[in-house]
Structure formats: C-alpha cells, structure tokens
C-alpha cells in the first residue's frame, strides 16, 4: 500500500519543508478562523489568532525544537507550487523508549478528501520509523474525527485506548481514543507483506 | 461535609521544599520506586537542586490546572509520598500522578486510601467529570489499588516502554464522576 520512495520529504503531489517565517503566518491564521479545522485538529478552545501571533508561536516553537530534542515540525505543500496546506509533527520522543505522538492538519476545507491526508501521514510514517528509527508511534483522537480515524486505520493503526468521556464539545461528552501502530506492522504494510 | 484532607490511614498536606526535597533525594536512589513511577530514564539530582524546583513551584503561586500534595501518615506523621493532579479546565478532566517512597509503606493499602482523597478532592472539591491515570503492566500492585477504587481499564499502549532491554505496555484508567457517585451511594456516605 505504501510506494516505496527514495526521497524522506516529497510525495506524488505533496512536499514537506520547514516553517516560511513571511507567507505561512497569513495563512494559518486563516485556518484559526475554521472552528471545524480547529476542533479536528486541537483539544483547546477554537479562537482565531492573527498573523502576528503565529508568528511569534512559530519562533517560539523552532526554539522548542532546537532546546528540547524531542519535536520535529513540518509544514506540508503542494509539490507544483509550494502552497502551504498543512502540518505534520512528530512530537513528545521519548528516545530511551522509542515512542512518539504523530499530529496532522490540512488546513483549508477544499483540500480536504483529496488524499492529501495520506501521502502527508505516509512520509511522516516513513521520517518516524525510517529516519527517527521509532519502535512505535501515536496519535490522539477525538471519538467525532471520523476521518482521522478512518486515516489511521487505513495505515494499519490499532485503536488501544478509549478514554470515556473525556472531551466536551457542544453540550455534550466524547470519548479519546488513542491510536497506535508498531515499526513491525508499518514493514509489514510498506512491504506488502501483512494483508490489509 | 467530609473532611477532603483526611482519610483512613494519610491526610494530604502542603509542600514543605526542604522535608520534600530530603526525602526525594533518598527515594530517587531506589530505582524499583523510579521505575514504578515512571518510564524515563532514572537519574540522581542534589537535595539543593530538588528544593529549588520545590521553591519555584511554589513561587508561581495558585494555578488551577495544578494541585500537589505531600503525603503523611495519620499514626506517626510521617512524610512518605506525593500526589499531583494536572487538570485541563476546559474539558473537566483531571489525571493524578502519585509516589509512596517509603518502601515500608507500601502493600499496606496506603496507596489506596491516597487515591480515594484524591477522588474525593477532583469530584467534590474540583468537580470535574473525568479521572484519568497511566501505570506500567509490571505494576499489578497498583493495578489492583485502582481498581479497588473503581478505575476501569480502558486500554494499552502497547509495548512503549523499554524496560532491562524488554517491551512493555502501559495501562491507562479512568473513572467518571457519575461512577464515582455511584460507588459512594454503595459504600452508604
């Protein structure tokens, strides 16, 4: 199911590259504005965040990576003309255990249901078990991201915990779930070999 | 009202940095306890560094997403663990983290009279919705304490942690206040 590529950061229509201090803010401040983006992609409250703030979040957050070791962030765009259109974040390393929590966002909603999804988490699969060389990754989330989950399945995630009720979101109460897939199945899966 | 810092066998009191950070020094030596608490690295810090961190917690005042308690028994007063809640104030979930160092202490069901203050402290005092909790598979002691306490099992990481060269999963529990209220009504309070 996975193609097998050469190249760590590019995909058939997808390339990830590093955070452009000048363009990117404009546009994720636009997708701070997508209560439904927000909610997909975070636990904390939706609020919309001007261009200046992500600016700063973006210092802030390259100083996280070069201080605490254990975050890579990417910013994923269109191979043809270099449009922003996501993240991708392998986060909390834990290097003496070989785990990590995975993050993925498109950001506008008619870049959505394009496979953009897939190609983005199949070469954050391969950075974390190929490049990182992690034994397991995670990813956290919400009962109501359908997509999400039928994204994680897809690439042979197993759902392994269900925190009940432990969101609230309009009045009402919904369960975590926390997905995870083994460097063994992710092999297996990149190879063929395992059935799907 | 029930009294929130007073259970069968431990109250729950303040911080003090100095008895926090004497005690944490020697309890850090003891790897089986480090290993229990946690899948980081173990590793051995001065009483002067573990006292600051102690000092400038308690500098930055009154947080509502953060509660730490010292542990001491009723019988002798004595100091011999800690518990923390780390509580996300938008969804109403609080998850706890608690030590007993002492090593005669534990087996004793001391454990399990800290856990059921820290109940009472998230459900009647915080009011929140939601307990949650994480522990390692090769800690079947606590596994049984929690579940005295009415903590449901609701999964495995599996095999995250690297334990002397070994996968191991870590268990995540949780406990609904509804089910909590629920377990009170049973026990006639």
Not at chain 1, 35 to 62: C, G, H, N, W
Request: hydrophobic content about 40%; glycine content about 8%; overall charge neutral.
């Amino acid at each position: 199911m996975l193609d097998i590529q050469t190249q760590l950061f590019e995909s058939q229509d997808l390339r990830l590259g590093p955070i452009d201090h000048e363009k990117d803010p404009e546009i994720e401040s636009k997708w701070t504005h997508d209560s439904e983006f927000t909610r997909l992609m975070d636990t904390d409250p939706a609020r919309p965040l001007s261009a200046a703030v992500i600016k700063k979040q973006y210092e802030k957050l390259e100083k996280k990576v070069e201080e605490d070791k254990n975050l890579f962030h990417f910013m994923i765009r269109t191979r043809v003309d270099g449009r922003l259109i996501g993240k991708a974040v392998v986060q909390w390393i834990e290097w003496t255990n070989g785990n990590a929590f995975l993050r993925l966002g498109i950001g506008s909603a008619e870049d959505r249901q394009k496979g953009y999804g897939t190609q983005a988490l199949q070469m954050l699969l391969r950075f974390a078990f190929a490049e990182l060389n992690l034994f397991r990754v995670s990813a956290l989330v919400p009962e109501y991201n359908e997509a999400a989950v039928a994204l994680l399945r897809k690439f042979g995630f197993v759902q392994e915990v269900c925190r009940r009720s432990a969101l609230e979101r309009d009045g009402r109460r919904w369960d975590l779930y926390t997905f995870g897939l083994l460097r063994d199945e992710w092999q297996n899966g990149h190879t063929g070999q395992a059935e799907r | 009202m029930k009294d929130l810092f007073r259970g069968e066998l431990v109250r729950l009191t303040l911080v003090e940095p100095e008895v926090g950070a004497k005690a944490s020094a020697l309890w850090q030596r003891d790897s089986e306890f480090h290993r229990l608490l946690d899948n980081s690295p173990a590793r051995l810090d001065s009483e002067k560094k573990i006292k600051e961190w102690f000092e400038k917690d308690a500098e930055k005042g009154f947080k509502p997403e953060r509660y730490g308690f010292s542990v001491r028994t009723l019988a002798e007063d004595k100091y011999i663990g800690f518990l923390g809640l780390w509580v996300d104030l938008i969804h109403r979930e609080a998850w706890v983290g608690l030590g007993i160092g002492e090593r005669e202490f534990w087996s004793k069901g001391y454990g399990t009279d800290m856990m059921k203050l820290c109940q009472q402290y998230v459900f009647r005092e915080l009011s929140l919705e939601r307990l949650s909790l994480g522990l390692f598979e090769y800690n079947p002691r606590a596994l049984r304490s929690y579940e005295k306490c009415g903590f449901r099992l609701e999964g495995r990481t599996r095999m995250d942690t690297m334990r002397e060269g070994n996968r191991v999963d870590s268990l995540w529990m949780g406990i609904l206040r509804e089910e909590w209220l629920q377990l009170q009504e049973g026990d006639g309070k």
